[in-house]
Nanobody, 124 residues
Framework: QLQASGGGLVQPGGSLRLSCVTS????????IGWFRQVPGKEREGVSS???????TNYADSAKGRFTISKDGANTVYLEMNGLKPEDTAVYYC????????????????????WGQGTQVTVSS
């Protein structure tokens, strides 16, 4: 079971840190991805950290602003800096037992386990 938290309302240019915590198998056993979705649009990949070597991948929209990291066996963070209004979305963390190219690990269709979303709103 995955649980995402840390969303909120932030001004443009601000920062948030999202957390994804598992109460089941250690996250080390999985590739963990962060995704986001706005109403009327498809869910899109933001970042991932892969099992077993910890390789990270970022969508172009996240490069240079977001950082994904692991803390121990049960927590994955998404540090988001320089937030923009277009980053407003519901953010989800997900897991699957595999790895692959950036195109694969940022594809929500390969993920088997999903947490509930956390709302991020960037607005002045």
């Amino acid at each position: 079971q995955l649980q995402a938290s840390g969303g909120g309302l932030v001004q443009p240019g601000g920062s948030l840190r999202l957390s994804c915590v598992t109460s089941g198998r250690p996250l080390d056993d999985y590739t963990i991805g962060w995704f986001r979705q706005v109403p009327g649009k498809e869910r899109e990949g933001v970042s991932s950290i892969s099992h077993p070597y910890g390789r990270t991948n970022y969508a172009d929209s996240a490069k240079g602003r977001f950082t994904i990291s692991k803390d121990g066996a049960n927590t994955v963070y998404l540090e988001m800096n320089g937030l923009k209004p277009e980053d407003t979305a519901v953010y989800y963390c997900a897991a699957f037992d595999g790895f692959g190219s950036a195109g694969r690990v940022l594809n929500p269709g390969v993920y088997d386990y999903w947490g509930q979303g956390t709302q991020v709103t960037v607005s002045s």
